[in-house]
């Protein structure tokens, strides 16, 4: 059974404040790592696909980086806004996804 | 533009019922996966469908089965309901069973009681 862990599972910062989470995934048989934007009520909303070991992406505050070897993914997010407030999830792409538990963040203004 | 659309948005059912829950994709995307999202969980694959047939399948009962129309919208139907069915389902639809390019809907909620 493939199993992806992510941690923390909440997180509550000031706005302004930095934040990084992590997602732990099998190191074997990599295709594909996603990270998606989980606000309450709304859709799921892509932020990454990475696929490269050593990948690192960004959008606006929100980066990622890849390390396939060891079998982790870091999202960070610069000056967290109450905007940022959502569920991060990362998914284990192998030709279907299989997601982790998610990191709930709040920031607080 | 559309996105993916799913309905109805809630619903209550009772133990032993059945249940049918649709999903649109986005205009241009022709495949659709399944997901439960149950408290405390992550989204869990249930299955794919891709020109009308079934594609992939997670681990889940005979009793979640799903059709594809021609226009690509989806099914998903549930018989016998558990309470431990009560969860959200999220559609996702992809261009030509690409997992890099999966558009979730809001999701669908059941509760069995």
């Known amino acids: 059974i493939l199993n992806v862990e992510q941690s923390p599972q909440s997180l509550h910062v000031q706005e302004g404040d930095s934040t990084n989470f992590t997602c732990s995934f099998p190191s074997s048989n990599f295709y594909a790592l996603h990270w998606y934007r989980w606000e309450t009520a709304k859709s799921p909303e892509a932020l990454f696909v990475m696929t490269l070991n050593g990948d690192e992406k960004k959008k606006g505050r929100i980066s990622a980086t890849l390390n396939t070897k060891e079998g982790y993914s870091y999202l960070y997010i610069k000056g967290s806004q109450p905007e940022d407030s959502a569920t991060y999830l990362c998914a284990f792409d192998t030709d279907k996804l299989i997601f982790g538990t998610g990191t709930r963040l709040q920031v607080f203004p | ?113």
């Open chain 2, 1 to 113: 533009d559309a996105g993916v659309t799913q309905s109805p948005t809630h619903l209550i059912k009772t133990r032993g019922q059945q249940v049918t829950l649709r999903c649109s994709p986005k205009s241009g995307h022709d495949t659709v996966s399944w997901y439960q999202q149950a408290l405390g969980q992550g989204p869990q694959f249930i299955f794919q469908y891709y020109e009308e047939e079934e594609r992939q399948r997670g681990n889940f009962p005979d009793r979640f089965s799903g059709h594809q129309f021609p226009n690509y919208s989806s099914e998903l139907n549930v018989n016998a309901l558990l309470l431990g069915d009560s969860a959200l389902y999220l559609c996702a639809s992809s261009p030509g069973a690409s997992t890099h390019e999966q558009y979730f809907g809001p999701g669908t909620r059941l509760t069995v009681t």
